[in-house]
């Protein structure tokens, strides 16, 4: 029986140079994290491909398998596999057993890396094809195939799978440094977080939290559940709940209704900015989307980004709404965050909240907050929670 193995592809990381044999050894290491506990017994990095040689497993092991990998940011398409001789015998063999359990249509798609064998990759196709339908009597579709057959073949080995999945894409966490990703528990945050792992970000996040906005432990949950969900992505995330009332407070008593939203934002940052410097992070994340609510007009978002140095990074930024729930329903956070917990950006919200804030102006407003210790005092009591392996 031809051995059973997982074929990983990678894109962006093929365009990285001298670099790329570093790039592909952190999504070698991620793989590894992610199929822990799996049929997995050994991962090998070949000339533009990743090999995952798996032991012996039933289907649902496979598949929890294939699932994983599908969640490793990096891998632009992957495949369940045979590994087998490359030998047009062997190959047509192994085709053949594969399209007799289908029926309708089918493709084939081969790929010859060793320029040493003596078909080209269209030559292939057509014997493979015209095997298969000697022996199954199922037509080729080219455009719109039922099933679709792949073969690679490379120096010693040849690869035959059915229908590749596709990847997430991006670059492997951990290879573009740390991050602190501000999470409200609403929809457009977590997206954010998830689109900064996917450049290769490790994520830190942190969610300020007011237990007088009534939430209580139903917010913690809704905040467990999109940590688990991030998780399945990025492997461990370290969440701070870091509790807000006493400034939101300070805030209240000092600064007009119309201005609040705007300091509570800059009050959060820094707290943000903080926690980025404690861990030698790189730069604070937000779920901003321009002029989406009124804290975000391009006004707004100066006012509220002058409060730290940054780098601030809106990757959602030109995103509509429509586009960055799609994603959230792709990526395992829409149901959590549409639970019906406030957060502390709920709470004590303007009517007629300001759409121009002019920086000087919430400076001098700032000047009258009574803050003392409150940040460092906030940051110190925040809860540490982690999901994740």
Aim: one cysteine or more; aromatic letters at 6%; a positive charge.
């Amino acid at each position: 029986m031809p051995a059973a193995v997982l074929v990983v592809h990678y894109a962006e990381i093929a365009l990285k140079g001298g670099n790329r044999p570093w790039f592909e050894a952190r999504l070698k290491e991620n793989l590894a994290r992610a199929l822990a506990g799996t049929p997995a017994t050994r991962i090998r990095r070949e000339r533009g491909r990743i090999v995952v040689e798996m032991g012996p497993g039933d289907d649902a092991a496979l598949a929890g398998a294939l699932d994983r990998v599908g969640r490793v940011f990096g891998v632009a398409w992957f495949a369940a596999a045979r590994e087998v001789e490359p030998a047009m015998e062997v190959l047509e063999r192994e085709v053949v057993a594969r399209a007799k359990s289908g029926t309708g249509t089918f493709r084939l798609e081969a790929r010859r890396a060793d320029k040493q064998f003596p078909l080209t990759s269209m030559e292939v196709n057509r014997v493979l094809g015209a095997a298969v339908v000697a022996a199954t009597g199922r037509p080729v579709d080219l455009e719109e195939p039922r099933d679709t057959y792949g073969v690679e073949i490379d120096r010693g080995r040849a690869f035959v799978f059915d229908a590749r999945r596709e990847g997430p894409g991006g670059l492997p966490v951990g290879t573009s440094g740390k991050v602190v990703a501000l999470l409200s528990g609403g929809i457009d945050s977590p997206v954010a977080a998830w689109r900064m792992m996917r450049r290769g970000c490790r994520v830190l996040g942190v969610h300020f939290y007011n237990n007088a906005a009534g939430g209580g432990e139903g917010v913690k949950e809704k905040l467990d559940l999109l940590g688990a969900a991030l998780a399945l992505w990025q492997g461990r995330l370290v969440l701070r709940i870091v509790p807000f009332e006493a400034l939101q407070r300070a805030i209240v008593a000092a600064v007009p209704a119309d201005h609040r939203m705007i300091v509570y934002r800059r009050a959060m940052l820094r707290i943000a900015d903080r926690l980025r410097a404690a861990e030698r992070a790189k730069a604070i994340v937000t779920g901003d989307s321009v002029g989406q609510v009124a804290s975000q007009t391009l006004e707004n978002l100066a006012a509220v980004y002058s409060a730290v140095p940054g780098p601030i990074l809106a990757p959602l930024a030109g995103d509509e709404k429509t586009e960055i729930i799609a994603t959230a329903r792709r990526i395992g956070t829409y149901g959590p965050s549409i639970l019906p917990h406030e957060d502390c950006c709920s709470f004590l919200l303007a009517e007629h909240p300001v759409t121009r804030a002019d920086p000087r102006k919430v400076e001098a407003m700032e000047r009258a907050v009574a803050w003392g210790d409150l940040a460092a005092k906030a940051l110190q009591d925040a809860e540490v929670r982690a999901y994740g392996a």
